[in-house]
């Protein structure tokens, strides 16, 4: 369960684990004492045995579940916010659970997004691999044996073979670019800056959008359930949920949302209005919002979207996995007949 190092943060299943082995326990009739206590005993790994030692030493000394909780620091801060809520409410074990079945939504967001970029990026990789070994190894030999049978190439051929062995002889600076693009690629995904400016970008690419827009929406969603469930005001459920998507355009949505209902608009009109959700998803809130069950409705709306993100994410990899193929195939065939249609030429004529 607990495997990380106590610097970094749990990863969402390991939390999900968590929070579903100590829900339980609390719905038992076990105390939370206890319960750290058989997780510590049942523990996989010293590291884990480690963490779980940490948080129940604190416990003994504090007597707060959510403190000991926080003093590991291997615990999202939303994951120990809702905690000490559910302590102050004494719906601990309620909490507990609800944010077991949220951080298996993430865990499964992530992973489904995961999957879908791996086999695209591994198959763009090998195949523009492919295409530069072609350019700088194989172009500037057939070029040399040409000019050897006094066989001048044109046109493509010729620009091809041309661009070949510029790129063997600048070599260095080939290697360049591509450090200055790994270290974009880490810009993009190690640092909030460069997360941020990724997820504008996105948010502006049509066949990213509405994943991107949708995945915001269901963390909202889900943060919502969460939050209203355990008992907390509306402005205090929109700044929790709120701040679990880092989207810009969902953001913008929030803030708008947030001064209807500070206008004394209803929840369930200002997140219609300000576009957070629209259609069948706002007749949902609506209807749950007169009916007092708006946690119940939030609940369905973030696992709807869940089902559209797979959906989405299938579909979007559906058509792009055959483009890229057909386009990196296109532009090895040009290599290859730019080699061989020469070649071809210079044996018939024997």
């Given amino acids: 369960m607990l495997k990380q190092d106590q610097k970094h943060t749990l990863s969402n299943t390991e939390v999900a684990s968590f929070c579903s082995q100590m829900g339980m326990i609390l719905h038992a009739g076990i105390s939370a004492i206890e319960g750290i206590t058989i997780m510590k005993e049942d523990a996989a790994s010293p590291q884990e045995e480690e963490i779980l030692q940490g948080i129940y030493d604190e416990f003994m000394n504090t007597g707060n579940f959510g403190e000991a909780l926080k003093s590991s620091g291997v615990f999202p801060s939303y994951c120990l916010n809702m905690i000490q809520i559910g302590e102050q409410s004494g719906r601990l074990d309620e909490v507990m659970r609800a944010l077991a079945v949220y951080y298996e939504r993430e865990a499964g967001i ?48 010729k620009t091809l073979m041309d661009i070949g062995t510029a790129m063997n002889r600048y070599s260095v600076v080939f290697v360049a670019l591509f450090l200055v693009l790994a270290g974009a690629f880490l810009f993009f995904s190690r640092t909030k800056k460069g997360r941020n400016l990724f997820l504008e970008l996105a948010a502006k690419l049509r066949f990213s959008r509405g994943i991107s827009d949708r995945t915001a929406a269901c963390r909202f969603a889900g943060g919502m359930a969460l939050t209203l469930g355990s008992g907390l005001t509306t402005e205090e459920s929109l700044s929790m949920a709120g701040a679990l998507s880092d989207n810009p355009a969902f953001q913008k949505k929030l803030e708008t949302c947030r001064a209807l209902t500070g206008e004394g608009r209803d929840l369930a009109s200002a997140l219609a209005e300000s576009g957070i959700f629209s259609g069948l998803y706002a007749r949902m809130v609506t209807v749950g919002y007169k009916t007092g069950s708006l946690d119940e409705i939030m609940q369905k709306i973030a696992a709807r979207y869940e089902d559209e993100i797979d959906e989405r994410i299938s579909r979007t990899i559906g058509i792009l996995e055959p483009t890229l193929v057909a386009v990196l195939s296109v532009v090895t065939g040009l290599i290859l007949l730019s080699v061989m249609l020469p070649l071809m030429g210079i044996l018939t004529g024997f």
């Fill in 110 to 157: 992530a992973s489904a997004i995961r999957h879908a970029v791996t086999y695209p990026m591994i198959m763009v990789v090998m195949m523009l691999f492919i295409i530069l070994l072609l350019m700088t190894k194989v172009l500037p030999v057939f070029h040399q044996v040409f000019d050897q049978f006094g066989t001048g190439v044109t046109g493509v051929s």
